[in-house]
Antibody, heavy 121, light 110 residues
């Protein structure tokens, strides 16, 4: 059974960089599937941040392009998110997830429990 | 503002059916067979209940069904149960390697 767990600082100062890691167990992320990040600002809906397919493709939400970078560490079986120049609008719960197929368009079938990140000085 | 439009709230009594809508455009919902629906209880991880417009993942009760008409997708929950009370989010592939979500609908079981 695939399990995901987000980790990282819960508080980030404005203009700094938000960094989160998603540890995956039960499946090698280098084998297959798209792996992604989704967030939910307080009181709002979900927002796709980006997804990657190891060794081949990384795609980002156009509204965040230029600020977001995703990467994979196969030795630790985890993938990471970096979001630069954060503002209060980046506050929210950040989820990592596994898409159900080798397509970006496929639904996210496995989710982490979420990591609450607040942007505040 | 979310790319897809969902009503903020919906409600139904136990045993009834309720249909939630997700309005998009020909560039997303109407243009691709990749609409997903997620059930989200507060404080928990979202759960995929419908993918590719009408398909149910293994383990999701057949009380949950998906459909689409034009640029609007729908999720119908039949035989409402107390545990169905949750937020429901729709998402769609929007072309150009982009995914979009709706603002979510809070479903209340009366």
């Amino acid at each position: 059974q695939v399990q995901l767990q987000e980790s990282g600082p819960g508080l980030v100062k404005p203009s700094e960089t938000l960094s989160l890691t998603c540890a995956v167990s039960g499946y090698s992320i280098s084998r297959s599937y798209f792996w992604g990040w989704i967030r939910q600002p307080p009181g709002k809906g979900l927002e796709w941040i980006g997804s990657l397919f190891h060794g081949m493709s990384t795609y980002y939400n156009p509204s965040l392009k230029g600020r977001v970078t995703m990467s994979v560490d196969t030795s630790k079986n985890h993938f990471s998110l970096r979001l630069n120049s954060v503002t209060a609008a980046d506050t929210g719960v950040y989820y990592c997830g596994r898409h159900s197929a080798n397509m970006l368009a496929s639904g996210v079938v496995n989710w982490g429990q979420g990591a609450l990140v607040a942007v505040s000085s | 503002q979310s790319a897809l439009t969902q009503p903020p709230s919906a409600s139904g009594s136990p045993g009834q059916s309720v249909t939630l809508s997700c309005a998009g455009s020909s560039s997303d919902v109407g243009g691709y067979n990749y609409v997903s629906w997620y059930q989200h209880h507060p404080g928990k991880a979202p759960k995929l209940v419908i993918y590719e417009v009408t398909k149910r993942p293994s383990g999701v009760p057949d009380r949950f069904s998906g459909s689409r008409s034009g640029n609007t997708a729908s999720l119908t929950v039949s035989g409402l149960q107390a545990e169905d009370e949750a937020h429901y989010h729709c998402s769609s592939y929007a072309g150009n390697n982009n995914l979009v979500f709706g603002g979510g609908t809070k479903l209340t079981v009366l």
